[in-house]
Structures are given as C-alpha cells and as structure tokens.
C-alpha cells in the first residue's frame, strides 16, 4: 500500500513539475514579446502588435485544425456545434494580445516588474 501511494505521489510530482516548467515557458515568451515589442518601436519606429503575433496564431490554427480534423466524430458537425465558441474565443484572444503588446509600447518592463512586486 505505502509504494502504491508514493508512486501516486511521484506521478503528482511529476506532472506539477511540468505544469511549472511549462508556466515558467510560458512567462519568458510573453516577457520575450514586451522585450522585442519595445525595442521594434523604440530602435526602428515598427508599430505592428498583432503582425507580431501572426506566426503564433497560425501555428495554434495549424495544431487545432488538425486535432479537430482528425478526431474521430465528424469535422463538420463538431465545427457547426462548437465551431461559433472557438471563433468567440479566438477574437477574445487576438483583442487581448493586441492590447498586451500594445500596452509594452507606452511603459518599460522595468515598471512592469516593480508594480508587480507591490501587489
């Protein structure tokens, strides 16, 4: 009984390391995207925030599409039943980011970080 349940725990483990792992992934490519973000506006007066996410949204498109096309049920009833909540959240998604990169444009990551701190 004591090796079931450390083996249940060892799995836990396991499974809460990579879901920290993958958060902390997660926070350098959105603290990669403020970083470039700012230096594209600042060094070269780019102000493109949602071309620069372009490569992201196709390869989610790509992954999604995919998984979607390949699940066993049928695309086209899954896409008519469900297919209006993936575009919803996508426009939800695509606004935010927008906003998000936007936003790096009129404040540094210094600040960022230090208002961060205080909450």
């Known amino acids: ?6 083996y249940y725990y060892f799995l836990n483990f396991r499974k809460f390391v990579v879901i920290l792992a993958l958060g902390q992934l997660l926070s350098w490519l959105v ?3 403020g970083v470039f973000s ?5 060094n070269y007066g780019i102000d493109i925030p949602t071309s620069q996410s ?7 498109g790509f992954i999604y599409t995919t998984a979607l096309a390949c699940h066993p049920s049928d695309f086209k009833s899954r896409l008519k039943e469900r297919g209006w909540k993936y575009f919803l959240l996508a426009l939800f998604d695509v606004e935010a980011n927008f906003l ?9 990551l210094t600040s960022i ?7």
Not at 38 to 42: D, F, I, K, R
Not at 54 to 60: D, E, I, S, V
Not at 113 to 119: C, K
Request: with cysteine; aromatic share 10%; charged share 10%.
């Open 38 to 42: 700012q230096l594209l506006v600042t």
């Open 100 to 108: 998000v990169v936007k936003a790096y444009q009129y404040t540094n």
């Open 54 to 60: 372009f490569l992201n949204y196709l390869l989610l």
């Open 31 to 33: 603290c990669g995207t």
């Open 113 to 119: 970080q230090v208002s961060l701190r205080h909450l």
């Open 1 to 6: 009984m004591i090796l079931i349940r450390d």
